[in-house]
């Protein structure tokens, strides 16, 4: 697991493009266009306030997540992964690996936030210890959002 560099934008545009592909069918589109990110928007994030990890396959960007750290706690976000490549331990992984940024960071909590329609995201973070700490709906985008927790 390694940190995504300047130069990795362009190829991390093109995976949140990937894994937010056909998502409108079941997503209100202002969702899944801001979640896609251009490649402006991930140079700004990676330009500063924003770690964002990185794994691969055979050499190729399969998957990624998005790490802030707001006062003491961790705010994770972002998790892509290559629609070709779900089902491999890349989405746990990376969780996992965001988790552990978080303990070395010294923070008492993480928070993710999310539509409850990812049904298969949602299981992934309750796996990883996350528990549901609140919900709102967002009508910026639309959606209902779950916010879970794991007290670290």
Not at 6 to 30: F, K
């Amino acid at each position: 697991m390694t940190l995504v560099n300047v130069d990795e934008a362009a190829d991390l545009a093109e995976l949140y493009e990937r894994a937010w592909a056909g998502c409108e069918v079941e997503l209100d589109r202002r969702l899944v266009e801001d979640q896609r990110g251009s490649l402006e928007d991930v140079q700004a994030w990676l330009a500063g306030g924003f770690e964002i990890y990185k794994t691969s396959h055979e050499g190729q960007l399969v998957g990624a997540i998005r790490c802030s750290f707001p006062s003491t706690t961790c705010h994770i976000d972002r998790l892509a992964v290559d629609p070709d490549m779900r089902r491999r331990g890349h989405g746990h992984t990376l969780v996992d690996h965001a988790v552990g940024r978080a303990r070395r960071a010294g923070v008492t909590r993480v928070w993710v936030q999310l539509c409850p329609k990812l049904e298969d995201t949602l299981a992934l973070f309750r796996n990883a210890g996350f528990r549901e700490a609140g919900r709102h709906h967002a009508s910026y985008w639309g959606e209902p959002l779950v916010l879970l927790e794991l007290a670290i």
